[in-house]
Each structure stands twice: as structure tokens, then as C-alpha cells.
């Protein structure tokens, strides 16, 4: 068996055994005291989230420097950099849409037992209050703080604190400008631009050793999410829900995501997403497409046939923007909760919704739960346009609670289709920015 095959088998067989070994688990312990299961998580994230995460930053670091040098030319960067925003911004709000007119067709709130919806709320608020300090921060931050930040984060004032802190768009800025101004000194940049590409083939190969830590790694991650809400969660009262949040995610990455690609690069979509399944099993298994960003830009050009010019920058930034998945989730469960308190929307709060849920994907960090806590920005943002009827329905921010308990499987799902979102837009931009003479005569023909 070739190794990249045995590697993907490995992947594959640690995803399914560990939701065989979580379920299992979760009829033995994880129902009664999940707390016991606590190791899982704590071993999967020593043996792969943190040596992934150990990653990001350099490689952002380097891969951005690599691309810009390699483009040369700033008009060409303007010309990627343009469409790439455009492609995400276009691509979250399709998933968001999507997500709106499902969850306003099936109406997963709408007609459960009083007495269910009771308890519901009563476990929901109990959660919300062990997170509620993240949940208040979020709500004072707002829609205008969110943007503030990020804003901020674009024009950092000391580079190391960026990365310290791992936010990675001051780290993408500084090494896009740094990479311009290299490229700008002609003959004297060369030794640096030289330097830089090297220290790329090195940090894509430490990456390439990390990779096989991932079947174990995820097996172990995965069997602590569903030991711990178990897959009897599907069938319960929020099933109808999850199973709406699954199968919006599958029409997107299955479906509209795969025409995009194909209109826009001829090219079949279906091969594409086989090339990148590392990648995406990755992001299945560790709920995180910033540390999944490793193993994305190593697929993606290893195997996915994407430049380095279009996927070392492409790829960090959507690692840090484009959500399409969280967008989506956040869009149905938002719309579900109101459902739930019996709260009817409006067409112009469904505008609101999609609008906001766009724009809090955009403010949601690529960390697992990230969707969650920037979905009270959605949440306030309805509140608020409702406030102006008569008696103001108003749904209270500890209902998010209700949705908490099931919300890692949920994760594990849009991080997946976050990811294959980033990947699509690389091999497309791969077209405006080729590497090779063979790439440009393919993009052309
Ligand atoms: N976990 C997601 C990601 O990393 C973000 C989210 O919570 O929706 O892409």
C-alpha cells in the first residue's frame, strides 16, 4: 500500500473507531459522569492539537511571505487578494441562505411537546451559566466591537504580541507587506526571499510527521465527543435540528460548494475533495480549521494541485474568515431557538439574521465553539429589530444553553465544510495565480 493511501486509511479507521469506542463509552460512563472522560480529550489534544497548533504561526508566517514574493507583482496580489474576499464573502452568504430557508421549511422549533421544551431550558440555562463570562463578553462586544477587533487585529502595533496571542491577520498583514517590500528590493532581497522558501519545504515536511500522529490523535478527540453526548442525541428532542444543521452542511459542501468550484475552474469538484481528505478528515476529528491549517496547505499543494502563490495565501486567510459552515449553523440554530420560545420572524428579521450570522462567521476564530459564543451577536442583533413591536418578543440569551450540550458534534461538521470552503477557494485562485508554465496553460485552455 502506497503511504499516503495507509495514511488515509489510518484517518479513516480512527474517525469510525472513535465513534464506535465513543458511543460505546457513553452507554458505560459518558451519560452518567462525562467528566470521567476528560482524558480522551486531554491525550488528543497533546498528541495532536497542540503540535498542530505549535505550527500556525510560523507557518503562516513564512507560507504568506512565500506567496507574495513569488507573485512579485502588487497588482496581481490586489487581483487575488480582491477575489479571494469576494469568493468568501459570496460563498458564506449562499450558506447562510441555505440554512434560512431550511430551518424556515422544516421548522425543527416548531410543535415539540411543552413539557420537553421545559426541560430543555431548564438544562439550557444551567449550561449557559458555567460559560456565561464568554457568552457576556461576546453580547458587550457586539457586532461593531467584533468589527473593531478585527480591525485592530489588521494593524497591529507589535507583531510579537500577534503572535503570542496566535491571531493570525495581524501575523498574514505584516508578512504580506514584509513579502511586498522583499520582492520591491530586487537583487538584495534575493538571499531572504531565497531563505524563505527553504524554511517553507522544511515546515511543510515537520508538518508531514505531524500528519501521522492524526489517526490516533482523532480517534481520540472524536471518542470524547460522542462518548460524551452520544449518538442517542441525534434521535432526541434536539435531533431534528442537528440532523437540519447535517444536512445543510451536506446540500452546501456536497452540492453548492462543488458547482462553484466546477464553474469557476471546469475542473471535477468530486477529485478535488478526495485529494483534500486528509485535510478534511483532519478538520472532522479536531473541531479547529486554524489548527487543521497545517494539514490543509501541505494537502492542498502535495496533493490537491494547488499553487503555492494562490494556497500560502489563500489558505491562512480563510482559515481566519471564511466560515461557510459556521454561517450556516449559525443561521438554523439561531432562527430554531426562536422557534423554540415561540418567537415568529419576520422576513426583514430573517434579513437580520442572515446578514449578522454572516458577519459573526467572518468574527469566529478558527477554535472549536468559536460559532457558538459569536452567535449572540445574531441573537441581540434579532432582539433588537424585534424590539420595536408591540409586547417586543424577546428571546433570552441563556436559550444559546439549550444548544451547548450537542454542539461539538454539530462542530465537528461545520469545521469540516469550513475547511473544504478554504480549499475550494485555493484551487480556484490557483486559476488567477498558477506556479508553473503547465498550470498557467491549463488555466488558460
Ligand atoms: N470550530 C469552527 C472552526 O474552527 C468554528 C466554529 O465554532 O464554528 O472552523
Known sequence: MKRGNLLTALILFGLVAGVGYGEWLYHATGAAEPEALDWLYNVGNLILIRPLMLMIIPLIFVSVV?????????????????????????????AVVLGAVLVTTFEPGVGLDPDVVEQLRERGEQDYRERADLFEEA?????????????????????????????????????????????????????????????????????????????????????????????VALVGPLGKYMILVIVGLAIHGGIVLPAVLYLLTRKNPYRF????????????????????????????????????????????????????????????AVVFLFQLFGIELSFAELVVVVITATLAAVGAA??????????????????????????????????????????????????????WGDAAGAKIMTRLAPDTEEELEEALG
Open 66 to 94: 512565500v506567496a507574495v514574493t513569488s507573485l512579485g507583482d502588487p497588482t496581481k496580489l490586489g487581483l487575488v487578494g480582491g477575489s479571494t474576499i469576494l469568493y468568501y464573502l459570496s460563498t458564506m452568504l449562499l
Open 139 to 231: 453580547e458587550e462586544m457586539g457586532l461593531g466591537g467584533v468589527w473593531m477587533n478585527i480591525l485592530e487585529q489588521l494593524i497591529p502595533t507589535n507583531l510579537v504580541h500577534e503572535m503570542s496571542q496566535t491571531r493570525p491577520l495581524g501575523v498574514i498583514v505584516f508578512a504580506l507587506l514584509f513579502g511586498l517590500a522583499l520582492a520591491a528590493t530586487g537583487e538584495k532581497g534575493k538571499p531572504a526571499i531565497a531563505f524563505f522558501d527553504a524554511a517553507f519545504a522544511g515546515l511543510m515536511k515537520l508538518i508531514l510527521w505531524i500528519i501521522w500522529l492524526t489517526p490516533i490523535g482523532v480517534f481520540l478527540l472524536v471518542a470524547w465527543t460522542v462518548g460524551t453526548i452520544g449518538l
Open 273 to 332: 475533495m478526495w485529494q483534500m481528505r486528509k485535510a478534511l478528515m483532519t478538520a472532522f476529528g479536531t473541531d479547529s480549521s486554524a489548527a487543521t491549517l497545517p494539514v490543509t496547505i501541505q494537502t492542498a499543494e502535495m496533493e490537491g494541485g494547488c499553487s503555492k502563490k494562490s494556497a500560502n495565501f489563500v489558505l491562512p486567510l480563510g482559515a481566519t474568515i471564511n466560515m461557510d459552515g459556521t454561517a450556516l449553523y449559525e443561521a438554523v
Open 366 to 419: 478558527g477554535i472549536p465553539s468559536a460559532g457558538l459564543v459569536t452567535m449572540v451577536i445574531v441573537v441581540t442583533a434579532v432582539n433588537t429589530s424585534l424590539a420595536g413591536q408591540p409586547d417586543a418578543p424577546q428571546l433570552p440569551l441563556a436559550a444559546i444553553g439549550i444548544i451547548i450540550g450537542v454542539d461539538r458534534i454539530l462542530d465537528m461538521c461545520r469545521t469540516t465544510v469550513n475547511v
